[in-house]
């Protein structure tokens, strides 16, 4: 069962918002609109949607993810989600209702 850590830093209504590490499901990161880069400075590489937290929250419930917890560490707002044992259907009907 898949799980989602989700941040935004400072600018919540704008974005970017950070979706997932390296190994966040490509399918999921897709609907995001979220890409693989690796920030300078940093030595890993994470998912980045310049989408703003609520449209990510908004389409990770239309999969099937539930907030499990939230915090709000310094400037920035962390979410934890919780996907469900068949998140690959629920992508591939989403897909299909939304043409992405």
């Not at 310049?50 to 939230?70: A, C």
Request: hydrophobic share 35%; aromatic share 8%; with cysteine.
């Amino acid at each position: 069962m898949p799980y989602l850590i989700i941040s935004s830093h400072s600018v919540l209504e704008r974005g970017p918002t950070m979706c997932g590490d390296a190994e966040a499901p490509k399918e999921i990161m897709d609907i995001l609109e979220a890409q693989k880069m690796k920030k300078l400075g940093n030595t890993f590489e994470e998912f980045i949607s310049q989408l703003p937290p609520r449209i990510i929250l908004n389409r990770l419930e239309l999969l099937g993810f539930n907030v499990v917890t939230q915090s709000g560490p310094g400037q920035t707002c962390v979410w934890t989600l919780k996907g469900p044992q068949d998140w690959m259907t629920l992508v591939k009907e989403y897909k299909t209702k939304h043409g992405k």
